[in-house]
T-cell receptor, first 117, second 109 residues
Framework: GAVVSQHPSRVICKSGTSVKIECRSL??????MFWYRQFPKQSLMLMAT?????????EQGVEKDKFLINHASLTLSTLTVTSAHPEDSSFYIC?????????????FGQGTRLTVV | GQNIDQPTEMTATEGAIVQINCTYQ??????LFWYQQHAGEAPTFLSY????GLEEKGRFSSFLSRSKGYSYLLLKELQMKDSASYLC??????????FGTGTRLQVTL
């Protein structure tokens, strides 16, 4: 089946630095990729929708200058957490939808556990 | 706006049947999904309903009533490995998935 690869799986960074998370669709072209954040014992909160070749659409309350999303190709989207702070520590997950199958299931990456110290 | 509600926690006995309910009020509806998520892992797809009725897949079944804004996930012959969070998600416009609060299921002996 379709596979979405997310990297890194875990990262620890110092406060004030930036961290880049990659989300790749390995064997299909993804029309759209979504970025979620999940705090402990909470559900997934959609941060932004990423379409190849266009600017990401951010959900209300998500700072676009802090969470930079780039979707350079149909198989790669990146999320950069800029000037990270301890409150940004969370589980970040991407998902992708197959091109031409926009109304089927979304495929999820493995997630990235970010810890800001 | 989007509002998707599930019970926060449920406990059930190994071998039993459990039903996890989900109610939703969303702007736009293009299907309802159920995902299973173990702690620290990504969600895995369980089922998809876009029309009213019951979808059965092995030990898991999912039901949808669009007029009532209601769905449930039915798990039969519970196993210890079924202890996880179960997430109800609604696909709205632009293929966006909005997740419910999630239900943590604990299966006991």
């Amino acid at each position: 089946g379709a596979v979405v690869s997310q990297h890194p799986s875990r990262v620890i960074c110092k406060s004030g630095t930036s961290v880049k998370i990659e989300c790749r669709s390995l064997d299909f072209q993804a029309t759209t990729m979504f970025w979620y954040r999940q705090f402990p014992k909470q559900s997934l909160m959609l941060m932004a929708t990423s379409n190849e070749g266009s600017k990401a659409t951010y959900e209300q309350g998500v700072e676009k200058d802090k969470f930079l999303i780039n979707h350079a190709s149909l198989t790669l989207s990146t999320l950069t957490v800029t000037s990270a702070h301890p409150e940004d520590s969370s589980f970040y997950i991407c998902s992708a939808i197959l091109r031409g199958l926009e109304f089927t299931e979304a495929f999820f990456g493995q997630g990235t556990r970010l810890t800001v110290v | 706006g989007q509002n998707i509600d599930q019970p926060t926690e449920m406990t059930a006995t190994e071998g039993a049947i459990v039903q996890i309910n989900c109610t939703y009020q969303t702007s736009g509806f293009n299907g309802l999904f159920w995902y299973q998520q173990h702690a620290g892992e990504a969600p895995t797809f369980l089922s998809y309903n876009v029309l009213d009725g019951l979808e059965e897949k092995g030990r898991f079944s999912s039901f949808l009533s669009r007029s009532k804004g209601y769905s449930y996930l039915l798990l039969k012959e519970l196993q210890m490995k079924d202890s996880a969070s179960y997430l109800c998600a609604v696909r709205g416009s632009a293929s966006k998935l909005t997740f419910g609060t999630g239900t943590r299921l604990q299966v006991t002996l």
